[in-house]
Structure formats: structure tokens, C-alpha cells
């Protein structure tokens, strides 16, 4: 055959752009290379590594699509592969034929037969092979190279859309897989209702019913372990975004260098170490909301940048000159006073106001009146089942304690205090219904306190599990114990710190401003010694 008809390859270019899917794609593109050039056996392989695989075939058994041909050990492939133009080996080749056996038309090894292989190249690059076998001898030696090229191009073409199809699909199921992961996390973490009839409960519930349906910024302000990021799951589930993602970020744990790779995304080779392209936490919450935790530990920098997103819902990827635009609802929360930082300089003005278009102020436990038994009901179920016991409750003499008790650690620390008390009382118990007592509350409320500040040695040890289990059958106020055992442990670590009280709170792990709170109602006062007013 001396020439192809440009009628098949106008055929081929069609079929191509018609097809949908790959295998539809490879199969119309060998169907119609077989009748541009007569063969009976064509292969069309892409190289992974230092293999090639069979994506699609004619005239050879089904099997050998489960093949992986290791291009070193077959001299034919090799050499295809090490060559930028079509190859047509010589009927006498001695070089061993990869499909002998695997001929439809023929049993046992290939007799003198015509073998060609084209090279499938983009950029530059091999990504595949296209072999072309005949039974009759020579029968490829008149077809002219440029027919080949055009071929070989076509191929390329077709195996290069195939890839960057399936590239993207991958892609595609990657991200949707990583907002369905990062949606369950966010919404199953720490429980999933607001639990509580208080007054300042009420308000608060009537607040987000308000305000979830509107598209404003949110800005959640209260101390921390009140349940911030909980106020943020119910305003994403009763807003309009409900069934897009919700998208959870850590301000506080993400490093300086890489905030902005987190939030907007990067692509290969913008900086050192950005070895592949990554979707920023704003693409993937696209359609739905990202909910920004510890907003106010974002540095200067990185807010300039958000302030951007809030302004006009574009973000700049990393790496990009071009700008994208998102459709994402901003929720943020924080257990600091914005305004004082505003004040300092360490945010935004301008960022404070756009984010606080309608502030939400969760209550602390304190100050929710007749919450506190509800919240220990739900935190025993909870606890009952993750511990597998039968029944737990708790003593009768306990409500009052845990009513009378401050809770500097808010809701948290209750879960906390309830969850290790059930411990103590499983270890303790025998029966199958097991109850939380004085004495073992009375040991985690002492043990919540002391963890505040493990460098602390001089502290009777006394101090630490405030009365033994028999003391608590008489009269004692765990209230004022706790309290005096705060009281001594702050002046004795703001003794050693000089009266700095921001060392005091680093030391005592504890947040500046809820130190300052328990201070001034422990009564303790700060001149020009330390003293107790």
C-alpha cells in the first residue's frame, strides 16, 4: 500500500472528537488505523515507568491486556521506545516478537511476518507505543512516513486526552473525597447539639436561627471550651450552604510560611518543596462555608489576604498571576477581644469589621443557669457508651457540687472532668450500674486544676486531691477547697514570675484574660507586692 486515503484519516480525527469515553476513544481510533493501513494485530500501550500497558487491542487474545511488558527485556519495544520516528522491522529481524502466541489468527510462534511501531510522543515525551503487525511480509514498507507521523500524532493525541481526562477525574474525586472527609470531621466533632434551656442558651439559639440563613460573615466570639466550633456546625446546618461543605480550619496550627498554600492553594514548583499542585481549604469550600477557629492568631500578612476573599470573593493561588473567584461563606470564631487587638495593632480594623457584620457571643457555663444538669446527662450517655458500660449515673450529693463549682474551663473542662471521673468510678465499682460519687469528682475537679501548672513543686500534695474519700462522708465545701488551692497556686507562680501576669498565664497554660477573670474573683490584687485583698 503505497499511500492512505485522507478520506480515513478525516474519519479518524471525527471518530476521535465523537467518542466519550477512553475505552470508546482507543477502541474508534484502532478500529480506524486498521482500515487506514491493512493489519492484523494492533496494540495501543502506555508506558508506565519502566513497563508498557496495554490499554486497548485487535487481533491479539483478550489476555493480553493483563499483561505489564518490561520495555528492557523485549529488544523490539526497546528500540521503539528509544526512537523519535516510526519503526518498521525487517522480516528476518532476529529480535523476539512480544506477542508471539498471542496472534487470534494463528497458534505458536509468528511466521515470517510485517512488524511496525510507532513512538506516541507529547512534549517531548514518551507516553506510549502503537504497534502495528500483518502476516504478509513488507506489507508496511510503501506507506509514507508523513502518514505515519500523522498517525503517530493522532495517537499521541488521543492517549494525551485520555490521560489529562483521567487526571482530572482523579482530581476531581480527590477533592470531593478530601470536603467529604473535612465536612464529616467538622460536623461530628465534639457533638453535634446545642444542648441547654438556660436564658442565655435561648437567646443564643435564637441568634443563630436569625442569622444562619443570611450569607453574612459571622464572627463567634466567647472563652475558650464553650463550644464555638459546635455554634458554627448548627449556623452551616440551618443555612442555605447545608448541603455544601463546611470546611474546618485551625488559624492557630497552621505555619506561618504555609498559610497561605492552606488557604488558596499552591501550584507545582511556586516555592521550594511544592512538588505537586494543591487545592487550597477556599476552593475546596466553594458552594458552602469555612469555618476559621482561633481567627485572631492569624498574622498581619495572612489577614491582608483574607480581607481580600471577604471583600470580593477572589483569592490568589500561590504560584498564579490570575485571580479566582470562590462562593464561600466565611465563619469565624475567637476567644480573644478583638477590639483590644485592633487597639494593639495586632489586627485589622478593617478585617475585624468585615468579619463581624453580626457578632455571636456564646455564654460561658457559669452563667447558664440550670445547664449544667442537662449537659452532664448528655455527657454520660456519651460516655456510657464510649465505655461500654451498662449504666452510669451519678450520685445525687454531685449535682450540687458540679452546680456550685466555676467551671474556668467552660463546657470542655465538664466533659473532661465527667468523662475521667467515670473512670475512676468504673475502677472502683464492681456492679454493672456504676455511679460518678463526691470523692471521685472531687479528685478531677483538684486534678483539672493542678495540671495547670505541672513545673509547680512546692505545692502540699495535700492540696492537689483536696480531702480523701473519707473527709467527703462529713461536711466540706469543694467550692472554697478549690478556690484556696487556685488562690495559692496563681500568687505562688506570679511570685515567681515577678508579678508578670502574661508569664503567669504561659506558665499556668492558661489564656491571659480568662487568668485575669479568675483572679479578680478570687481576689487577688496586684501593687506593688503581691498580696491578698
Known amino acids: 500500500m503505497s499511500e492512505i486515503s485522507s478520506t480515513a484519516l478525516i474519519e479518524l480525527a471525527l471518530n476521535l472528537t465523537n467518542s466519550l469515553t477512553d475505552g470508546d476513544r482507543f477502541e474508534r481510533l484502532l478500529s480506524t488505523v486498521r482500515q487506514a493501513v491493512a493489519c492484523d494485530a494492533v496494540v495501543l500501550l502506555h508506558v508506565q515507568g519502566d513497563y508498557l500497558k496495554p490499554l486497548a487491542l485487535q487481533g491479539l487474545t483478550k489476555e493480553t491486556l493483563g499483561r505489564r511488558f518490561e520495555i528492557a527485556a523485549h529488544g523490539r519495544f526497546q528500540q521503539i521506545c528509544h526512537s523519535t520516528t516510526p519503526l518498521r522491522f525487517a522480516a528476518d529481524c532476529p529480535l523476539g516478537d512480544p506477542y508471539d502466541g498471542l496472534l487470534l489468527a494463528h497458534e505458536g510462534d509468528l511466521p515470517v ?30 506507506i509514507p512516513n508523513r502518514t505515519l507521523d500523522m498517525i503517530a500524532a ?91 461543605p463546611l470546611v474546618y480550619v485551625n488559624c492557630a496550627a497552621l505555619p506561618e510560611n504555609l498559610i497561605e498554600s492552606e488557604l488558596f492553594g499552591h501550584v507545582k514548583g511556586a516555592f521550594t518543596g511544592a512538588e505537586r499542585t494543591r487545592t487550597g481549604k477556599f476552593n475546596l469550600a466553594s458552594g458552602g462555608t469555612i469555618f476559621l477557629d482561633e481567627i485572631g492568631e492569624l498574622p498581619l500578612a495572612a489577614q491582608s489576604k483574607l480581607l481580600r476573599v471577604l471583600q470580593n470573593q477572589e483569592i490568589q493561588v500561590v504560584g498564579k498571576d490570575d485571580v479566582e473567584y470562590v462562593d464561600v461563606r466565611i465563619i469565624a470564631a475567637t476567644n480573644r477581644q478583638l477590639r483590644d487587638e485592633v487597639e494593639r495593632g495586632t489586627f485589622r480594623a478593617d478585617l475585624y469589621h468585615r468579619l463581624s457584620v453580626y457578632p455571636v457571643i456564646v455564654p460561658p457555663l457559669r452563667e447558664r443557669d440550670g445547664d449544667i444538669s442537662l449537659l452532664c446527662g448528655y455527657f454520660i450517655e456519651t460516655t456510657r457508651r464510649k465505655l461500654g458500660m451498662q449504666q452510669l449515673t451519678l450520685a445525687n450529693n454531685a449535682m450540687k457540687v458540679l452546680n456550685d463549682y466555676d467551671w474556668p474551663g467552660n463546657v470542655r473542662e465538664l466533659e473532661h472532668v465527667i468523662s475521667r471521673a467515670a473512670l475512676r468510678a468504673r475502677n472502683d465499682s464492681r456492679s454493672p450500674i456504676i455511679r460518678i460519687g463526691l470523692a471521685h469528682l472531687a479528685l478531677m475537679l483538684a486534678s483539672d486544676n493542678s495540671s495547670q501548672a505541672p513545673n509547680s513543686t512546692s505545692v502540699d500534695n495535700s492540696q492537689l486531691t483536696v480531702c480523701d474519700h473519707a473527709q467527703l462522708q462529713g461536711e466540706i465545701n469543694l467550692k472554697q477547697q478549690t478556690e484556696d488551692f487556685q488562690r495559692q497556686l496563681i500568687l505562688q507562680i506570679l511570685t515567681q514570675q515577678n508579678g508578670n501576669w502574661s508569664a503567669t498565664a504561659k506558665r499556668l497554660q492558661i489564656d491571659r484574660a480568662n487568668l485575669n477573670r479568675l483572679a479578680k474573683r478570687l481576689g487577688i490584687r496586684i501593687s506593688k507586692r503581691i498580696e491578698l485583698s
Do not use: W, Y
Open 113 to 142: 511476518h510485517a512488524c511496525m511501531g510507532l513512538p506516541l510522543l507529547s512534549d517531548g515525551k514518551l507516553i506510549g507505543v502503537l504497534t502495528l503487525d500483518s502476516m504478509v511480509p513488507n506489507v508496511f514498507d510503501d
Open 154 to 244: 493522532m495517537s499521541a493525541a488521543t492517549l494525551k486526552t485520555a490521560m489529562l481526562l483521567q487526571q482530572l477525574e482523579q482530581h476531581s474525586k480527590h477533592n470531593q473525597q478530601v470536603v467529604a472527609e473535612l465536612t464529616h470531621e467538622a460536623l461530628i466533632k465534639d457533638g453535634g447539639e446545642l444542648i441547654g434551656e438556660s436564658p442565655s442558651m435561648l437567646k443564643l439559639k435564637q441568634e443563630i436561627e436569625m442569622v444562619a440563613t443570611s450569607n453574612f460573615s459571622i464572627l463567634i466570639e466567647g472563652e475558650t471550651g464553650v463550644g464555638k466550633e459546635l455554634v458554627a456546625r448548627t449556623l452551616h446546618r440551618q443555612s442555605r450552604r447545608s448541603q455544601g
